[in-house]
């Protein structure tokens, strides 16, 4: 029901633009998050923005990163900047719902020195 898309190789200092496209079934977004999850590591949360367009981040991403979101086309992105290889992982999209919270599959993104 979530669809990630915009990952895969760049070089360090590149960007990379990530989507998260919600499916018909999820009526409306009110938050969403991105997480990650390097081999070996545990899944950490690296950008939320609320149903008022709150935005926060973990130290290690802010300033560099930037989430937004399109209620219209029921869309998600994180914007990456001067990524690092520590950036390396599997990306997730994570989104609320009055119901339910919903999970993408992943995606990676992979940061070469």
């Known amino acids: 029901q979530l669809v990630e898309s915009g990952g895969g190789l760049v070089q360090a200092g590149g960007s990379l633009r990530l989507s998260c496209a919600a499916s018909?079934?999820?009526?409306?977004?009110?938050?969403a998050n991105w997480y990650r999850q390097a081999p070996g590591k545990q899944r950490q949360w690296v950008a939320g923005i609320t149903r008022a367009d709150s935005t926060n981040y973990p130290a290690s991403v802010e300033g560099r990163f930037t989430i937004s979101r399109d209620n219209a086309k029921k869309t998600v992105y994180l914007q990456m900047n001067s990524l690092k290889v520590e950036d390396k992982a599997v990306y997730y999209c994570?989104?609320?719902?009055?119901?339910?919270?919903?999970w993408g599959r992943g995606i990676q993104v992979t940061v070469s020195s």
């Open positions: 994570n989104v609320v719902t009055t119901l339910e919270d919903f």
């Open positions: 018909r079934s999820i009526f409306s977004i009110n938050a």
